[in-house]
């Protein structure tokens, strides 16, 4: 077992590479979309920015 353990922390140190690369990626895919979308129903987007700013309103820090 301690051979697995030593294969792991690189291999640990590429995942963690590889998942920021795909966490970048989705969220730029996820703007994209989320602009899309605003442009498509900008009648839900407004709606959608009214109920986020209700919120930050009433949100307590």
């Known amino acids: 077992m ?16 590889e998942r920021r690369r795909r966490r970048t990626l989705f969220l730029r895919e ?5 602009e899309l979308r605003d442009r498509v129903q900008p ?13 930050m309103r009433t949100f307590r820090w």
């Open 43 to 55: 009648r839900r987007a407004k709606v959608a920015r009214l109920r986020h700013a209700m919120r």
């Open 2 to 17: 301690p051979d697995g353990e030593s294969h792991e922390e690189p291999e640990a140190q590429e995942t963690d590479a």
């Open 30 to 34: 996820l703007t994209e979309a989320r």
